[in-house]
């Protein structure tokens, strides 16, 4: 049981808008940053938004994150084979005094 | 470019006991927080432990809580992860990764490659 909640699969087509969403609670994504990670399949996770909306040098613009409350949100616009993946949310969490992440959604390409 | 390497995982009995490295290259280790997360086969990613950049600052999950045991020799620019009493339920593969900051309060921006623990008899 992950405490920040993720969808477990989402799917789109190809060029199609997708959200992944990403719930928590006051003492992690209420008062912290949020964190998204993309694992390809059979590689170790990658950042792909920290801060919330900010994207690392070398992630297109195709990806978009966003917070507001207790949750948050990754966009993917023009959606390409290549991003299907799992994707992870992250966010400290000031009870537990560490990190913690969702259980990961699975990001289908039909 | 920095790099993250991983050894020191395979095969162990349960109650038994393993040390894995991450040894880093490509920037001022001694400079930044540092984790261990963790894969079971197929599950999600479960954070594990981290350590701020002078090894002041420990912090772990309930689940490994005194069982494991984070720490950095600088001048090697290594990280260090001993754990003992090893259970089936810590089979998974184990990735060291960079934090963003110093006292490991921010985001994993480098990762390894992982190494895999396995816990059977």
């Known amino acids: 049981q992950s405490v920040l909640t993720q969808p477990p699969s989402a799917s789109g087509t190809p060029g199609q808008r997708v959200t992944i969403s990403c719930s928590g609670s006051n003492s992690n994504i209420g008062s912290n940053t949020v964190n998204w990670y993309q694992q390809l399949p059979g590689t170790a996770p990658k950042l792909l938004i920290y801060s919330s909306n900010q994207r690392p040098s070398g992630v297109p613009d195709r990806f978009s994150g966003s917070k507001s409350g207790t949750s948050a949100s990754l966009a993917i616009s023009g959606l390409q084979s290549e991003d299907e993946a799992d994707y992870y949310c992250?966010?400290?969490?000031?009870?537990?005094?560490?990190?913690?992440f969702g259980g990961g959604t699975k990001l289908t390409v039909l | 470019q920095v790099q993250l390497v991983e050894s020191g995982g395979g095969v162990v009995q349960p109650g038994r006991s393993l040390r894995l490295s991450c040894a880093a290259s490509?920037?001022?280790?001694?400079?930044?927080?540092m984790h261990w997360v963790r894969q079971a086969p197929g599950k999600g990613l479960e954070w594990v432990a981290l350590?701020?950049?002078?090894?002041?600052?420990?912090n772990y999950a309930d689940s490994v809580k005194g069982r494991f045991t984070i720490s950095r020799d600088n001048s090697k620019n290594t990280l260090y992860l001993q754990m003992n009493s090893l259970r089936a339920e810590d089979t998974a593969v184990y990735y060291c990764?960079?934090?963003?900051?110093?006292?490991?309060?921010?985001?994993?921006?480098?990762w390894g490659q992982g190494t895999l623990v396995t816990v059977s008899s």
């Open positions: 350590i701020s950049y002078d090894g002041s600052t420990k």
């Open positions: 490509g920037f001022s280790f001694s400079n930044y927080g």
């Open positions: 992250a966010a400290w969490d000031d009870s537990l005094n560490g990190p913690v």
């Open positions: 990764a960079k934090d963003s900051y110093s006292y490991g309060h921010g985001y994993f921006d480098y």
